[in-house]
């Protein structure tokens, strides 16, 4: 039984051993493979570079080109002005008693026509919300005036009764009658006198 192991185990490491040597033979392909790919990668970072320069240099171009144009069109743009303020100013010095009236006048009358405009659009509006309140329809911010109005008239009631107190506290009018004796102090000059 130990022959037919030991047969048994020198014909499995007979039939191992050349498979692991193709093992090893592809392991060593495989690390060519791998280095012809470090050495590719290295040329696509190296063209990369290149292709980066590249575009950083069509990026400049561009932005000197964009630049020079603008700069010459403000450039034109000036000397236009120029040309075209020592053109004008004779005229306007030769025209300035007829232009300077006439442009006060357009103004005035552009600005009365605007203003009356927005007060006839204003008055429309108060007029519709004064008329939507009046019919019950509850326009907007008729809630706020409401609140405001009960205020107003609780603090109006409020005054009337603190005069009528006063008022009658002055006359005598609570409780209290007047003698010929007493000394009533005046609350407004700080003063007694006697009655």
Known sequence: MTDTARTHHDITSRDQYPRDRDQYSMIGRDRDQYSMMGRDRDQYNMYGRDYSKSRQIAKAVTAVTAGGSLLVLSSLTLVGTVIALTV??????????????????????????????GFGIAAITVFSWIYKYATG???????????????????????????????????????????????????????????
């Open 88 to 117: 004008a100013t004779p005229l306007l010095v030769i025209f300035s008693p007829i232009l300077v009236p006439a442009l006060i006048t357009v103004a005035m009358l552009i600005t009365g026509f605007l203003s009356s405009g």
């Open 137 to 195: 329809e509850h326009p907007q911010g008729s809630d706020k005036l409401d609140s405001a109005r009960m205020k107003l008239g609780s603090k109006a009631q409020d005054l009337k009764d603190r005069a009528q107190y006063y008022g009658q506290q002055h006359t005598g009018g609570y409780g209290q009658q007047h003698t010929g004796g007493e000394h009533d102090r005046d609350r407004t000059r700080g003063t007694q006198h006697t009655t």
